[in-house]
């Protein structure tokens, strides 16, 4: 029984041996999970069969973790009854750390986003789109591959790049959806779909290690934002630029994604075909068949062949056709209509540039650059910029080509300063503005230029700018621009100032504006060989201005000696100084005299041919060059004196900013210091009684004459009121204008006929003739000038220029103010020009005038020979009264040069011959604004030469009178002081004739040298030109009475009788001594009206006897006068009368044909007052 129980409990215990192995297997199963099933079932069964014979002995060890699963077949879970605890556990951490990740990569992103947009999103969207262009360079070079292929992301390098670029494209897109305002839209709108067909993708390549091209070319539709990148790095600024990379970018993002579908569907095949009906296109072929498809050109050799891309090319053709036909051709326009000239200055290393801007044209050019580039010039080392809104045309162009070596053109304006930067406006040396001198509104011509120096000055204002100006009154608008500084080289130079101050010194000494005019402007020496008056005129108009330091070996020596030095031996014409006081304020001396001495340092003023001639004045020692006569071979010697001048004292024939001096502008000729110690310049008997008197003469600065405002009414003249008075020697105005015209500032031309260095009885009483409404206008500014009269009529009127004795007047001045209104230039000066033919072809009878006056009992001044103002000694005769028109002076304004073929019908100047090679410009008879164009160069070399040129034509305006007149718009009286009246102390310009007076002797055939020596020794008057008879040359006589200039002739030129010399003279300060009483009181002024003034009212021979009673009564109140001065001045008075030439000296009997010509054009107002010898220290 016990066998048995042992068998049964072997039985048994094997039975539960072979369960506990399976149990056994069971837990192994479930401590190793990763074991294979298959050899889990193996081991189970070997154990059970191998442990059956010792289930007896563990029939009492059941095992506690043998869990069976149960498994049925209503719940088919796991037939092997594995366990997957794991699996609910990790459902939990997956969502703990999952929400864990995402609210950390919220917080993430969220934080990224706000340092975006706080760091820049310029960088931000810049980087995406250039990573976006990165991707599609590389879908370039994947579309070389089959449409999908294996590929492993550990060794394919673009697959590598593209991976990081499209994790950037990710993080990129949490950004844009978590700012986006309304989600819906930002899901579709373009960049989004981009990156839903292009992003995905890309993982899934990595993870299959496969490859597939499919819509990654969308990539090319993120070039329609090129356009905003640029505009975002600041480089796309004009909308011609932006429109042209818009048209461009979306044109060729469309194009290459187009090709992009094409190249997909060809290669991949229909799905409804099983793919079999594809073929093998490269993705350049497919943009090639895309643009011969929009261009409808289709060669036929590529096209589609699936369905899929026929049905694609049916819709795009429709589309592209149409974007072709209009982007192509908008395109090309904008690339033709390109800025040729849009680029930027690039500055030379050692080389100066100058930009010029306003009012740019080919006429304007030319004249720059003609005068600018003249070879009489030192070696230009300037570039010049020229910087214009409006491209050249081709006629501009082809003169910027011809200079292309010094002259660049850049398209744009100074009012931009982007514009100012490209042509480096910082560094260039000076910038000069041109004004438009033909425009209808001068006024708004010059607001113009006013605000392209604000915009010049506001981006650099140390820049020096040199402006032109066309209307006087708006000069003082720069003067409100607080880095406007004219004592650091700022010039505005205006026209209509300078225009109508040579007009008016013509008037003084006809022919003047044609000499000075050709002084500052540079022209080649055309050589004659024929003798003729064009020989003689061209040899003088070769000369220049230039200035140059004088020599250590001049200091010392007076400036009459210098000059006289200069010119015989130097063959320099030396006309003025800049002198520096004892404060180092420096001053323009015009020919001051021999009181003043040469200082070490002195800058000259010469009139030369050419810049190296100037140079001897530089050169020049006494013990090198004394002995020399060749004035050619005084060169640079080695001395140590000059070795040293040279260091300190550069020559200022180059552009000079830091050598400028502010107290040079427009001074005053003499210095209170110089005149404390000089006995010439003791005021004179009307001057004493000035300063004795209460009464306002001069304007407050002592330079103009001046008198109380007048109303307008009481100037004006009725016809027969003018009829009734004898106006002789005066000025006769023709002005054209209306209540409309613009106004030409009629105040420059009566201020230099108003300077105060002429005595009251010389002023030239000047009438004008037009009309009233516009005179009105002008008023305003005319009324505190004395011996002004109006005749309300029109210059073309016979009636009203008979009226104004217009046959007996010392110059007729043609202007007008309607100019600039026409459009056709050629008609721009029919008024003038009819206005000039007008009066030549009148006709007088000498019965009406001067008959007619002394059959009333009087004769105009300068026709009674046995008058002292008609004596020789003053170098002039008054002419028989003039017959004809022809012969009465006449200086007409014309607008287009070409118009002056007009004026003379006699001559025989063709109509494409330069305005200064014309007969009636050398004739000083015609004057043109263009020939001032000439001083915008001449102002960058040398800003002295603006001030001396103002100087001379002005009469004497300063920068205090400026800046007052831009106050009140008017002259301020004041009372004479010993300051101001120092004031008048300065030299002005005169004419004096050869036929009769101290220089008689040297008239028949006599040198000019010895002329200009004898009256420089002598005299103190400075010769610097001839006005001669123009058919003086000829043997036979001719009736012809027209004149030219001679400027600067040389020693040994020969004079004729009929000459007229231009010369510089002292002030007198007792000019009036001799003559009728110079009181300004009523009662006197209105008796010496009928001797000295220019206006004499016919009176009856009743009064006829009074006049030597009168005279007496002078000479006694003179004499009263000297009584009361002290000794010396009495001496130096009295000793006028010895020293100066007799009165009465014969005239030489003179045919009439040469009375005819003896100075046909000025009367006895105008002459030279009689000379008195002065101290001889030459």
Not at 403 to 417: A, I, K, W
Not at 960 to 975: D, K, P, Q, S, W
Request: net charge neutral.
């Amino acid at each position: 029984m016990a066998n048995g129980g042992g068998g049964g409990g072997s039985s048994s215990s094997g039975g539960g041996g072979g369960g506990g192995g399976g149990g056994g297997s069971s837990l192994r199963m479930s401590s190793n999970i990763h074991a294979n099933h298959l050899s889990l079932d193996a081991s189970s069964s070997s154990s059970s069969s191998s442990s059956s014979s010792s289930s007896s002995s563990s029939v009492h060890e059941p095992k506690m973790d043998a869990l069976i699963i149960p498994v049925t077949m209503e719940v088919p879970c796991d037939s092997r009854g594995q366990r997957m605890w794991w699996a609910f556990l990790a459902s939990s951490m997956v969502t703990f750390f999952g929400g864990l990740f995402i609210i950390l990569l919220w917080r993430t992103l969220k934080y990224l986003w706000t340092v975006c947009c706080h760091c820049g999103g310029k960088t931000k969207v810049v980087l995406v789109f250039a990573l976006s262009i990165g991707a599609l360079v590389i879908y370039f070079i994947d579309s070389s591959n089959p449409i999908e292929s294996c590929q492993n992301f550990y060794r394919d390098f673009t697959l590598q790049i593209d991976m990081a670029f499209n994790v950037f494209f990710l993080l990129y897109f949490g950004l844009r959806f978590i700012a986006a305002n309304d989600k819906l839209w930002f899901w579709l709108e373009v960049n989004s779909v981009v990156d839903f067909f292009t992003v995905p993708p890309v993982f899934v390549s990595v993870y299959l290690n496969r490859s597939w091209l499919g819509l990654r070319f969308l990539r090319a539709l993120r070039l329609i934002q090129f356009s905003e990148i640029l505009q975002f790095l600041n480089i796309l600024k004009t909308s011609n630029s932006i429109k042209l990379v818009n048209l461009l970018s979306i044109f060729i993002s469309t194009w290459l994604t187009a090709a992009g579908f094409i190249h997909l569907v060809e290669n991949s095949g229909d799905p409804w075909e099983n793919f079999q009906n594809n073929q093998a296109l490269t993705y350049w072929e497919c943009v090639y068949l895309l643009m011969v498809t929009m261009s409808t050109v289709g060669y036929g050799d590529v096209y589609a062949k699936t369905t899929l891309g026929r049905l694609f090319m049916v819709f795009f053709i429709l589309g592209g056709l149409a974007m072709f036909a209009s982007y192509v051709p908008e395109i090309i326009e904008l690339i033709g209509n390109r800025k040729k000239y849009g680029g930027s200055y690039s500055a030379v290393s050692g080389r100066k540039h100058i930009v010029v801007c306003g009012h740019i044209t080919l006429e304007s050019v030319s004249n720059f650059l003609k005068d600018f580039l003249h070879k009489d010039r030192d070696d230009v080392n300037v570039e010049i910029v020229f910087l214009h809104n409006i491209s050249p045309n081709l006629e501009l162009e082809a003169l910027f080509k011809r200079h292309f070596t010094q002259v660049e053109f850049y398209q744009g304006s100074v009012l931009n300063p982007h514009d100012l930067a490209r042509v480096k406006i910082e560094s260039a040396d000076a910038c000069l503005i041109l004004a438009n001198k033909y425009c209808a509104d001068p006024d708004a011509e010059d607001a113009s230029n006013i605000m392209r120096v604000i915009s010049i000055k506001n981006y650099h204002p140390k820049i020096r700018i040199i402006t032109q100006m066309l209307q006087y009154h708006n000069k003082a608008h720069l003067l409100n621009i607080p880095s406007w500084n004219w004592k650091e080289g700022d010039d505005a130079i205006c026209l209509a100032e300078l225009k109508l101050g040579f007009i008016a010194q013509s008037c003084l000494a006809q022919g003047l504006s044609t000499m000075l005019a050709n002084l500052f402007s540079m022209r080649s020496f055309i050589k004659i060989e024929e003798d003729t008056w064009q020989k003689y005129y061209l040899e003088g108009v070769s000369n220049e201005m230039y200035t140059e330091y004088l020599s250590s070996a001049f200091v010392g020596l007076s400036f009459p000696t210098v000059c006289e030095l200069c010119f015989v031996k130097l063959k320099l014409l030396m006309i003025a100084i800049e002198y520096k006081s004892a404060n180092r304020e420096s001053r323009i001396l015009i020919n001051p005299g021999n009181h003043l001495k040469i200082q070490e340092g002195t800058l000259g003023f010469f009139i030369a041919s050419d810049a190296k001639e100037v140079k001897r004045a530089f050169f020049y020692c006494k013990a090198c060059h004394d002995d020399i006569t060749d004035p050619k071979r005084i060169k640079k010697c080695g001395c140590k004196r000059l070795i040293y001048f040279e260091d300190e004292q550069p020559s200022t024939l180059s552009p000079k900013k830091k050598q400028r001096n502010g107290g040079m502008r427009n001074s005053p000729n003499t210095s209170p210091k110089l005149m404390r110690h000089d006995p010439l310049l003791i005021p004179g008997n009307d001057q004493i009684d000035n300063m004795d008197s209460n009464v306002k003469k001069y304007d407050s600065t002592g330079m103009f004459h001046w008198c109380a405002p007048k109303e307008i009414e009481k100037v004006i003249l009725t016809r027969s009121e003018a009829a009734m008075t004898v106006l002789s020697g005066h000025v006769v105005v023709c002005i054209f204008g209306d209540v409309s015209s613009a106004l030409i500032g009629l105040r420059n031309l009566v201020m230099p006929l108003r300077a105060s260095n002429f005595h009251y009885h010389e002023l030239k009483h000047i009438v004008f003739v037009g009309s009233i409404e516009y005179l009105k206008r002008e008023w305003e500014t005319l009324h505190n000038f004395p011996k002004v009269s109006i005749l309300p009529g029109t210059p073309l009127s016979r009636a009203d220029l008979r009226a104004v004795n217009i046959n007996l007047c010392d110059m007729c001045v043609i202007l007008s103010a309607n100019q600039n209104n026409i459009d056709d230039t050629s008609l721009q000066d029919k008024e003038c020009i009819l206005a000039s033919l007008n009066i030549k072809s009148m006709q007088f009878d000498d019965s009406i005038g001067v008959l007619q006056a002394n059959s009333q009992g009087f004769t105009p001044p300068g026709m009674d020979r046995s008058s002292p103002d008609n004596s020789p000694v003053h170098g002039m005769l008054r002419q028989p009264s003039i017959t004809t028109g022809v012969n009465i002076p006449i200086i007409t304004e014309l607008v287009n040069d070409t118009n002056v073929q007009f004026l003379d019908q006699d001559d025989d100047d063709d109509p494409d011959t330069e305005l200064y090679l014309t007969q009636p410009f050398a004739c000083g008879t015609a004057f043109a604004v263009s020939v001032l164009d000439s001083l915008m160069s001449a102002t960058y070399f040398n800003d002295n030469i603006l001030t001396l040129i103002r100087t001379l034509v002005t009469g004497g305006a300063t920068p205090e009178l400026e800046a007052l007149i831009a106050e009140e718009n008017a002259l301020r009286g004041g009372y004479s002081t010993p300051q101001t009246l120092a004031n008048r102390d300065r030299c002005r310009v005169a004419q004096l004739a050869l036929l009769d007076g101290p220089f008689a002797d040297l008239g028949d055939g006599g040198c000019y040298g010895d002329l200009f020596c004898k009256a420089l020794k002598t005299y103190n008057m400075l010769c610097f030109g001839i006005y001669r008879l123009r058919d003086a040359h000829l043997s036979t006589p001719s009736q012809c009475t027209k004149r030219y200039v001679i400027t600067n002739p040389p020693y040994e030129f020969e004079l004729v009788p009929t000459d007229l010399i231009f010369c510089l003279m002292q002030f007198d300060h007792n000019a009036g001594q001799s003559r009728a009483s110079l009181s300004h009181s009523s009662h006197s002024s209105q008796s010496s009206s009928k001797k000295s003034s220019s206006i004499h009212s016919i009176q009856s021979t009743v009064n006829r006897p009074n006049r030597p009673k009168s005279r007496e009564s002078r000479d006694k109140q003179n004499a009263t006068r000297m009584n009361r001065m002290g000794q010396a001045e009495k001496k130096w008075f009295t000793d006028e009368s010895d020293n100066a030439y007799p009165r009465n000296i014969q005239i030489k009997p003179m045919s009439t044909h040469m009375a005819n010509q003896i100075n046909q054009y000025k009367s006895t107002s105008s002459l030279i007052p009689p000379i008195r010898e002065v101290e001889d220290e030459c």
